[in-house]
């Protein structure tokens, strides 16, 4: 085997029995090392990285979501679960994450009418037709039936 490289067994990194894929890297610890130059490279909690994107120092009390904000002015938030990206409303998230389940059937009422506001005390869970009133009132439309 004069010239040629012995073929590694298994990963080269400290306790990874998987077998090499690439660089004697296996395929994980190759692509953390691809995506990020670190083979130990591991992601933010959701907790941490949620709070990351918050600033809680605002005159009126809201939580103003510093991260991507919808076109509709809702903040959005992506992150991994159970090994799948997962999409949601930071509001939405942070209501579920702080206080609990959004009930069945209803949804998020912004108290502030501030929709990037992620302040679980500023939410309230009420039925869409509910929401909707309220929204029509604060723009100032009539609501008639």
């Avoid at 809702?74 to 959004?102: C, F, Q």
Wanted: net charge positive; with cysteine.
């Amino acid at each position: 085997m004069r010239g040629k490289r012995m073929s590694v067994l298994v990963c080269t990194v400290t306790d990874c029995m998987r077998q090499p894929f690439a660089n004697d890297l296996c395929a994980m610890h190759n692509m953390r090392h691809w995506r990020h130059g670190d083979v130990l490279h591991r992601r933010k909690s959701v907790l941490r990285d949620f709070w990351e994107h918050v600033n809680k120092e605002t005159s009126n009390g809201c939580w103003q979501w510093l991260g991507n904000i919808d076109r509709n002015g809702y903040g959005h938030m992506t992150y991994w679960k159970d090994g799948h990206v997962k999409n949601a409303r930071a509001h939405r998230h942070s209501y579920e994450m702080l206080v609990g389940p959004i009930p069945r059937g209803l949804t998020i009422d912004h108290l502030c009418r501030n929709r990037a506001c992620v302040n679980p005390t500023h939410m309230e869970p009420v039925s869409n037709v509910v929401n909707l009133q309220r929204g029509h009132a604060y723009h100032g439309h009539r609501i008639t039936h």
